[in-house]
């Protein structure tokens, strides 16, 4: 017995439940995450999210993200992520997001590295947070679209050049544990086979394979596994983004992220003599590589960041959360620098997609962090990720109600399905990162 539904989108994330929220009523939706709903990169995000303030911003807004991707952005691309803004912006507010406004109750604006004008909308500096906290309440308002954690996305199903499905992992903490008596995995989670007539991968980055990221561990790119095999199209998987300044501990964990809006703000880096080193308001691939030198010229694990220059008001109210998880850490960062070292922060490259996220395979999308559509090029803009994420969602949604009518599948393919070579799971995933691991590691000519 397999599952059935309509649309079944992979990752809880903002791209995976806007998507979800754009489909049509009636539609039946189904949303897979890989561990609970809350634990995904979404909810990490602190800076903000871009927007094009005014149309006199739009050609420095428009530059400001190809100088940072060094020119190799996806142009059409970006101009419809910045042209979707403003109404984006507008229907976020329209679920409840609060954005950080002044006395009079308009939308207050930071700025981060390689921004030329302050055009990031915040809350806090748990932004990511606050959007994806209040979409997932949304989704659950929803009477056609099912949530279900702790089902691990291991395969696709497909006959021919269509996509029909997935293949998961259903672990016994899931409502879908019971669901059918197919073949167990060494680790005890049920094989199941999941028949849909559209497919979307929103399932996250690639952090999970590094030793140091400010991603969840449990992210490791499954999907760009899956695509390899498949022979979907990939497009720039070198393309890994390095964040300058996370906190130091000397611990082997997820790294904590010292959002770019500390350095918009006015943080400087300073090296063991107390020196200012670089331009801290330079695109994250410069900054973290003067960091790489100077921790190599000292011999030094760390550099330090120092919040001297930033009102104190401003730390406790705009960075609220930083400057409590530092103090956890045994820093005050009102009146001392904080040790700091880059770590692997986020993926340019991904699926190869479309305009409307359409991957190379038929009725197969992927959306967020999953895909790449072009509009980070080398090297992504501060704060450009969620307004991505959020945008390029709605449209696969929006191409999915226009093509949805006569999708059908071949439950004939799914009934000859053999799911007993998913139980070895220890090897699956080891196959899935060392094939990444390759693409990653290819160095254009």
Not at 3 to 32: E, F, H, M, R, W
Not at 294 to 315: A, C, D, N, R, Y
Not at 396 to 401: F, K, S
Request: proline fraction near 3%; glycine fraction near 8%; charge should be negative.
């Amino acid at each position: 017995m397999c599952y059935q539904t309509d649309v079944l989108i992979v990752g809880s994330g903002v791209a995976g439940l806007y998507c979800a929220l754009k489909l049509p009523s009636d539609l039946n939706v189904t949303v897979i995450t890989k561990a609970g709903l809350e634990e995904c990169d979404s909810w990490l995000a602190q800076g903000g999210i871009c927007v094009l303030r005014s149309e006199q911003d739009y050609d420095a807004y428009y530059e400001d993200t190809l100088r940072a991707g060094h020119y190799e952005n996806d142009r059409s691309s970006v101009d419809i992520m910045i042209r979707s803004s403003q109404q984006l912006i507008r229907d976020l507010v329209s679920y409840g997001v609060e954005f950080e406004r002044d006395e009079k109750g308009e939308l207050l604006y930071t700025r981060e590295g390689a921004h030329s004008a302050p055009r990031i909308l915040f809350h806090e500096d748990i932004t990511g947070k606050e959007i994806t906290s209040t979409l997932l309440e949304a989704v659950r308002k929803l009477p056609n679209v099912t949530l279900y954690e702790h089902t691990t996305m291991v395969d696709i199903i497909t006959a021919g050049d269509h996509c029909q499905g997935i293949v998961a992992l259903v672990g016994p903490e899931s409502e879908l544990a019971g669901f059918s008596d197919g073949p167990v995995t060494d680790d005890g989670r049920l094989v199941l086979a999941m028949e849909a007539r559209e497919v979307v991968w929103a399932c996250g980055g690639i952090g999970g394979l590094f030793e140091h990221s400010t991603n969840f561990p449990h992210l490791t790119g499954d999907a760009l596994g899956i695509a390899i095999r498949h022979g979907i199209r990939l497009r720039d998987p070198d393309y890994v983004q390095i964040h300058p300044t996370t906190l130091y501990t000397g611990r082997h964990e997820r790294s904590f992220l010292i959002s770019e809006s500390v350095r918009g703000e006015g943080g400087i880096l300073l090296n063991n003599k107390g020196e200012r080193f670089v331009d801290e308001l330079l695109p994250r691939d410069v900054v973290s590589k003067a960091i790489f030198a100077e921790m190599e010229k000292t011999g030094e694990k760390h550099v330090w960041l120092s919040m001297e220059k930033i009102p104190k008001e401003t730390i406790l109210h705009h960075f609220h959360n930083i400057y409590q998880t530092c103090l956890d850490e045994g820093y005050d960062v009102t009146k001392e620098p904080i040790p700091v070292v880059p770590a692997q922060h986020y993926f340019m490259g991904g699926v190869d997609v479309n305009s409307d996220s359409r991957t190379s395979m038929r009725q197969l999308y992927a959306v967020g962090e999953t895909s790449c559509n072009g509009v980070h090029g080398a090297n992504r803009l501060a704060s450009n990720s969620l307004l991505e994420s959020l945008v390029f969602a709605q449209r696969a949604a929006e191409r999915i109600g226009q093509e949805f009518a006569g999708k059908t599948v071949d439950h004939e393919v799914t009934r000859q399905m053999d799911l007993t070579g998913y139980t070895d799971t220890k090897k699956l995933f080891a196959d899935y990162k060392a094939d990444i691991l390759k693409e990653v590691s290819r160095i254009k000519v």
